[in-house]
């Protein structure tokens, strides 16, 4: 059974950081591509970051650059998202995807609130 879970969402103030964690099993991970996807209240799906299998290269939508750091942990079959200086617009759900052949979790409640 393929099993990806997301974890590390939460409350925090504008300004602070998070870090994401998607755990992941029943496929072959450190040869998948990963990515992470959020979905804001009443907006549609928005692609935030890749990682490839091979060369590890990230690359990230520009709205999060620099912002947002993506990173892979093949021995453990996990997905990291750190996300630091959030904003109130970072409010979404937050999901980890393999997009061959396309495994989703169930996303991370993230809430950016003062």
């Known amino acids: 059974e393929v099993q990806l879970v997301e974890s590390g969402g939460g409350v925090v103030q504008p300004g602070g950081s998070l870090r994401l964690s998607c755990t992941t099993s029943?496929?072959?991970?450190?040869?998948?591509?990963m990515t992470w996807v959020r979905q804001a209240p009443g907006k549609g799906l928005q692609w935030l970051a890749s990682i490839y299998n091979k060369n590890r290269n990230t690359y990230y939508a520009d709205s999060v650059k620099g912002q947002f750091t993506l990173s892979r942990d093949n021995a453990k079959s996990t997905l990291y998202l750190q996300m630091n200086s959030l904003k109130l617009e970072d409010t979404a759900v937050y999901y980890c995807?393999?997009?061959?052949?396309?495994?989703w979790g169930q996303g991370t409640q993230v809430t950016v609130s003062s």
């Open positions: 995807n393999a997009p061959t052949p396309n495994y």
């Open positions: 029943g496929f072959t991970f450190s040869t998948s591509a």
